[in-house]
């Protein structure tokens, strides 16, 4: 039987060239060796996906702790993923800080960026620059904005300038109770009308999650993990009969508060919201921006 599967891949690499206060990975820097070894571990990870019977279909999204776009193996990795018959999609979450000539030797039907802007760390127009790169690559991606209401502003312009069949996200902050009024509400729902599904906490505990059945996590030694919020390992994907501990399971925690999580909440149907697009966070309708 062909295998379904998404996977999000997190490898050793736990280093970022940007310095968001909110970011335990901001300006670290692993050293040649903590490299090496990331690498090791990606091109073992890409090996295994080539490996796969040509009927599977496995998605990726990576999710690093930190920038990894910025090294060039992980752009080479991405690049043979997105041609290998096995891959239906293949997504990362990066700061667009690095050079994007690498996007030409990727298959355009399953490349996708899940891209962030931070004010902090970058102009505006420095940003913008590179997503006119994409439009011009015609590469398929989202941005994202964390909702701090102090860059409601610089979220405003982006809006603005981005093309608008370019989905803008935008990450609630959760850190401090009631930290929205009703105009910060109300003006995060006009930039991206979806916030209303990220400001919440759900509560979980023994609810339906694909998690750990249709999706998994995977570290750089090949552990499977339900999901990045629940530390129990159920498996290795070099072990080769871990499919079979992939099968449904209610969810352990009392809350999700994170996109990557509750979106593959079965009860919230967002599937029906994104589509195909799930892994880079784009819906599958244009978003109407008030």
């Not at 999580?261 to 079965?266: A, C, D, Q, S, T």
């Amino acid at each position: 039987m062909a295998l379904e599967l998404s996977i999000l891949y997190r490898g050793s690499l736990s280093s970022c060239n940007y310095g968001c206060e909110y970011c335990p990975f901001a300006k670290r820097t692993n050293t040649a060796a903590e490299l090496a070894i990331d690498k090791a571990e990606l091109d073992r990870f890409v090996n295994w996906v080539e490996s796969r019977e040509p009927d599977d279909k496995i998605g990726i999204l990576f999710t690093p702790w930190g920038e990894a776009l910025i090294h060039r193996y992980y752009q080479s990795a991405i690049a043979r993923l997105s041609h290998l018959p096995q891959v239906t999609k293949v997504a990362i979450q990066t700061n667009l800080a690095c050079d994007l000539d690498w996007v030409k030797d990727c298959n355009l039907d399953t490349l996708a960026l899940w891209t962030t802007f931070h004010p902090t760390e970058v102009s505006l127009d420095r940003f913008l620059q590179q997503c006119q790169k994409l439009d011009l690559a015609q590469v398929k991606y989202s941005v994202g904005i964390v909702g701090l209401k102090e860059h409601q502003y610089q979220a405003q312009l982006l809006r603005q300038e981005l093309d608008p069949n370019v989905y803008l996200w935008v990450n609630a902050y959760k850190r401090q109770p009631d930290y929205y009024h009703p105009d910060d509400l109300n003006l995060f729902t006009q930039i991206d009308p979806l916030f209303p599904i990220n400001n919440q906490v759900y509560d979980t505990f023994g609810k339906p999650c694909h998690t750990g059945d249709r999706v998994i996590t995977v570290d750089g030694e090949g552990t499977i993990r339900r999901c990045h919020f629940i530390s129990d390992s159920i498996g290795n994907i070099y072990d080769p009969n871990f499919a079979a501990s992939l099968f449904p399971r209610n969810c352990q925690n009392q809350v999700c508060r994170c996109h990557i999580g509750y979106v593959h909440l079965p009860g919230l149907n967002l599937d029906k919201v994104y589509g195909n697009g799930i892994l880079e966070r784009i819906p599958r309708y244009r978003i109407n921006h008030s």
